[in-house]
């Protein structure tokens, strides 16, 4: 469903982005994963075809600045871009004309989900008048309303309450089960852990890793937080080849320093 390949983006002489490869099937959970200042945001940026890059990205076999590359791909930015002066309700019209979707199914469709995240009783609020969380999960219900086959999610669980969290996780693997690719980037890693299927591990513009969770083995299979620090934090990482398999001895063990205090010696000297 989605191709990347050998994308590249200068700001300048500064590489934001070099030789990025990345894909997707149908169905599958990637989440792209790295610290401050790695190139996940322009990496989801150039994917968008929001900004010019080197390189090639296909969404569905199209290419991604096609309309109908466009006609299926979904987005939610870290930060919602919504209109100040539209109610939520009027938002959902918005995408339902300007999709060309089914106006009765959609308004249902919309219902369900704003019913989902707690959004019925500010359905008729001016959007300045929300929340940043509140924004945010408009922001979502109108990148799912058309029903892409494709999702991209930029930091989606920022400012979004507990129950939202929880149920943005039940409506992702949702998707996933209907055959929707989905690719979220983020530094939340506990947000992900147990629905993602394939993880990206970025650092300094780069893909230094793929990790597929079916390929994994014990414990790492189970904890993407452990893959994220063993890959990002150590230059001599285990992790540094695409190979899924965790080292054979790591030790669990934590030294900690003697802290005991010397007991003196109460003997008295001999005379």
Not at 4 to 32: H, M, Q, R
Not at 90 to 95: G, T, V, Y
Not at 195 to 224: D, F, P, T
Request: hydrophobic residues 35%.
């Amino acid at each position: 469903m989605l191709r990347v390949k050998k994308l590249t983006k200068k700001f300048g002489k500064k590489y934001a982005n070099e030789n990025v490869d990345l894909s997707l099937d149908p169905g599958e959970i990637g989440v792209l994963l790295g610290p401050n200042g790695a190139g996940k945001s322009t990496t989801m940026k150039c994917i968008l075809g929001l900004v010019n890059f080197e390189g090639e990205v296909t969404v569905g076999g199209n290419p991604v600045r096609s309309m109908e590359a466009k006609k299926i791909l979904g987005y939610v930015p870290e930060t919602p871009e919504l209109y100040s002066m539209l109610t939520v309700r009027e938002h959902f019209e918005f995408i339902t004309r300007a999709y060309h979707l089914n106006a009765e199914k959609t308004r249902e469709y919309a219902s369900e989900l704003a019913e989902r995240f707690r959004l019925t009783e500010v359905l008729d609020y001016y959007c300045k008048d929300l929340s940043k969380g509140m924004q945010q999960k408009v922001s979502i219900i109108c990148a799912l309303l058309p029903h892409p086959k494709l999702i991209l999610l930029d930091e989606p669980m920022m400012g979004l309450d507990p129950h939202a969290i929880k149920e943005l996780r039940v409506i992702i693997s949702e998707l996933s089960e209907e055959g929707v690719a989905i690719l979220i980037s983020t530094h939340l890693i506990s947000t992900v852990e147990g629905i993602w299927n394939k993880a990206y591990i970025m650092r300094k513009g780069q893909i230094l890793s793929c990790h597929k969770k079916e390929e994994m083995v014990g414990v790492w299979a189970e904890s993407l937080e452990r893959i994220f620090f063993a890959e990002t934090e150590s230059y001599d990482s285990v992790w540094q080849t695409s190979s899924a398999k965790a080292p054979a001895k790591r030790s669990n063990t934590v030294t900690r320093p003697n802290t005991a205090k010397k007991k003196k010696n109460t003997k008295k000297k001999k005379k």
